[in-house]
């Protein structure tokens, strides 16, 4: 099973960046995704998911009305559309697979990807 972020990048507060997370060895359909993220001296926290189908979606408070997840089954992956991007965002995202339903703890998670890293500045 392999999960691959791509779309990291360095922006100024204010801009956007759109992540995707392309998922291998697995029935992609199956799973629900999320994404997650760690700035320097922090946990992990949760952002984002999705379930199986798309149709529904959980954001954590500190993105929602900024941030759009969503995913293709066809293209097995999964996006992070970041709009407004404040200092604040800037961490290393990961993206997670789970077999286990779909929701906002990691623990459900199984399988996850190396991350990408998202700079904001001020």
């Known amino acids: 099973v392999q999960l691959q972020a791509s779309g990291g990048g360095s922006v100024q507060a204010g801009g956007s960046l759109r992540l995707s997370c392309a998922v291998s060895g697995l029935t992609f359909s199956t799973y629900g995704m999320g994404w997650f993220r760690q700035a320097p001296g922090k946990e992990r926290e949760f952002i984002s998911a999705?379930?199986?189908?798309?149709?529904?979606?959980s954001y954590a408070d500190s993105v929602k009305g900024r941030f759009t997840i969503s995913r293709d089954n066809a293209a097995n992956t999964v996006y992070l559309q970041m709009n407004n991007l404040k200092p604040e965002d800037t961490a290393v995202y990961y993206c997670?697979?789970?077999?286990?339903?779909?929701?906002?703890?990691?623990?459900?998670?199984?399988?996850w990807g190396p991350g990408t890293q998202v700079t904001v500045s001020s």
């Open positions: 999705i379930n199986l189908s798309g149709g529904a979606r």
């Open positions: 997670a697979a789970t077999r286990a339903g779909w929701g906002t703890a990691e623990y459900r998670y199984g399988y």
